[in-house]
T-cell receptor, first 111, second 116 residues
């Protein structure tokens, strides 16, 4: 079951904040976040494991609410380099190491 | 450290023809994935290998797609015969230590297939 992301697209001015949500209909063991720039391969951002962990590096952080089967990615003081499509990937409880990617959120940061 | 290598980068074929894509994962990565990414969509898992064994191929259209990973290193994905809807980027990824629960997937640059 593919996780659903929202919003589908967002346009920001440099310095603004954004939140991207990822929701699954099945119990989650872990959530992964990747960013893909146009014409390039997805690049890993972070993993959140079951346990309500919150992670972050630089000005990008994420939370994981296992009860709601949701994760959110927070981009603070966005930079032009943040532009791209963000995908969450989920590993459902009991599905071994199968990583299923979400529908994607296209983020564009402008001057 | 060398990344995940894929070839060819681009391929244009007529429908009903066949095509093969090759992937060489990062050295030592036991888990290898093939994903299909249609324009504007998220990557869709086709097949997952652990060493040279198949872990999951539930979304692989087995009437036309096949994949193998001989000797547990490089892998080949084949489509025969190709259909128009197979036009996509085929991404190969390998998994670092710790399994997917703790590891990150390293993706190759992908092979872009256009079926005319």
């Amino acid at each position: 079951q593919q996780p659903v992301q929202s919003p589908q697209a967002v346009i920001l001015r440099e310095g603004e904040d954004a939140v991207i949500n990822c929701s699954s209909s099945k119990a989650l063991y872990s959530v992964h976040w990747y960013r893909q720039k146009h014409g390039e391969a997805p690049v890993f951002l972070m993993i959140l494991l079951k346990g309500g962990e919150q992670k972050g590096h630089d000005k990008i952080s994420a939370s994981f609410n296992e009860k709601k089967q949701q994760s959110s990615l927070y981009l603070t003081a966005s930079q032009l380099s943040y532009s791209g499509t963000y995908f969450c990937g989920t590993v459902n409880t009991g599905t071994a190491s199968k990583l299923t990617f979400g529908t994607g959120t296209r983020l564009q940061v402008t001057l | 450290e060398a990344g995940v290598a894929q070839s060819p980068r681009y391929k244009i074929i007529e429908k009903r023809q066949s095509v093969a894509f090759w992937c060489n994962p990062i050295s030592g990565h036991a888990t290898l994935y093939w994903y299909q990414q249609i324009l504007g969509q998220g990557p869709k898992l086709l097949i997952q290998f652990q060493n040279n064994g198949v872990v999951d191929d539930s979304q692989l259209p087995k009437d036309r797609f096949s994949a193998e990973r001989l000797k547990g290193v490089d892998s080949t994905l084949k489509i025969q015969p190709a259909k128009l809807e197979d036009s996509a980027v085929y991404l190969c990824a390998s998994l670092s230590q710790g399994g997917v629960y703790a590891g990150e997937l390293f993706f190759g640059e992908g092979s872009r297939l256009t079926v005319l």
